[in-house]
């Protein structure tokens, strides 16, 4: 199991940006992948973004041009940069790690975006 800590949350207006952190117990070479998942109430989580160990990232749709996903090697961190949030980016995200066959998560942060 990777421990996973993320941070970076909060409320934000519409068109507002934040970025997560997301640091990791290990080191993030050992990852396969890294990824932000969300979940808003009384909806699934779904994946959001995620990035490799070696590098190659993907998003869903609904956050493509708007969301950077990007880990720093030295400091085991991994971050999502979210610009130009909407209200249905409102949702608890989560840091989740996948490593040897088997998936970490953390604890979540909220983000909530509204005037």
């Known amino acids: 199991q990777v421990q996973l800590v993320e941070s970076g949350g909060g409320l934000v207006q519409p068109g507002g940006s934040l970025r997560l952190s997301c640091a990791a117990s290990?080191?993030?070479?050992?990852?396969?992948?890294m990824s932000w998942y969300r979940q808003a109430p009384g909806k699934q989580r779904e994946s959001v973004a995620t990035v490799t160990n070696g590098g190659s990232t993907g998003y869903v749709d609904s956050v493509k041009g708007r969301f950077t996903i990007s880990r720093d090697n030295a400091k085991n961190l991994v971050y999502l940069q979210m610009n130009t949030l909407k209200p249905e980016d409102t949702a608890v995200y989560y840091c989740?790690?996948?490593?040897?066959?088997?998936?970490?998560w953390g604890q979540g942060t909220q983000v909530t975006v509204s005037s």
């Open positions: 290990v080191s993030i070479f050992s990852i396969n992948a």
């Open positions: 989740s790690a996948y490593r040897l066959g088997v998936r970490s």
